[in-house]
């Protein structure tokens, strides 16, 4: 069982920057791939970004590569979306997920185990 909680989203103008992290809970958080996800009104939740349980292999969304960088703190069971030249189409609920397979770093959401409550982001213009 992994419970996970995202802090981070809040309110900010077109080409400015937020930093979400997503605090995990228990001694095996290092043993799950970790992705982010997100979700607008009326759309279906999308693939944002993952790592594998190291952070060695990530991917990303075309829609935010370039933009948006996922990393890793196993030691504080952390995971962190650094998301960069943000754009009004970024507004969405942001949910981190753990993926019991650890090499993996799906980007579809089934695969994915545990989720987040998410956290809003809204950029304004």
């Known amino acids: 069982q992994v419970l996970l909680v995202e802090s981070g989203g809040g309110l900010v103008q077109a080409g400015g920057s937020l930093r979400l992290s997503c605090a995990g809970s228990?001694?095996?958080?290092?043993?799950?791939?970790m992705g982010w996800f997100r979700q607008a009104p009326g759309k279906e939740r999308e693939f944002v970004a993952a790592a594998t349980w190291i952070g060695r292999n990530t991917s990303y969304a075309d829609s935010v590569k370039g933009r948006f960088t996922i990393s890793r703190d196993n030691t504080k069971n952390t995971v962190y979306l650094q998301m960069d030249n943000l754009k009004t189409e970024d507004t969405a609920v942001y949910y981190c997920a753990a993926d019991s397979s650890p090499l993996r770093g799906s980007q579809v959401p089934y695969d994915y185990d545990y989720w987040g409550q998410g956290t809003q982001v809204t950029v304004s213009s």
């Open positions: 228990g001694r095996t958080f290092s043993s799950y791939a």
